[in-house]
Nanobody
Framework: QVHLVESGGGLVQAGDSLRLSCAAS??????VGWFRQAPGKEREFVST????????NYADSVKGRFTISRDNSKNTVYLQMNRLKLGASGVYYC????????????????WGQGTQVTVSS
């Protein structure tokens, strides 16, 4: 189990950029996923990265605009979000799991408390 802490959320305008961070001691051994949840909606997959950083995956809605990366020396995973759209608002959660990357929330046993991202027009 790892204790995940997200940061970097905030209020931005559509078209702006934002970088989220997910930090935890020992995170370098885990695959990490980012998920977001808008009010009244289910938690949805955004992106994931393997423990080494060699493998990544993205939801179709963010491909080409979001980039996931990690710095294992800092036990931190990042989500760079560019050209943010109005529909990107929500609470962004990072999650960790041992072994391979997955795109379903139920595959991740460890979750952070989330960071709010609000995109305004």
């Amino acid at each position: 189990q790892v204790h995940l802490v997200e940061s970097g959320g905030g209020l931005v305008q559509a078209g702006d950029s934002l970088r989220l961070s997910c930090a935890a001691s020992g995170l370098s051994s885990y695959a990490v996923g980012w998920f977001r949840q808008a009010p009244g909606k289910e938690r949805e997959f955004v992106s994931t990265i393997s423990w080494s950083g060699a493998t990544t995956n993205y939801a179709d809605s963010v491909k080409g605009r979001f980039t996931i990366s990690r710095d294992n020396s800092k036990n931190t995973v990042y989500l760079q979000m560019n050209r943010l759209k109005l529909g990107a608002s929500g609470v962004y959660y990072c999650a960790a799991r041992p072994h391979t990357i997955e795109m379903t929330a139920m595959s991740y046993p460890c979750w952070g408390q989330g960071t709010q991202v609000t995109v305004s027009s």
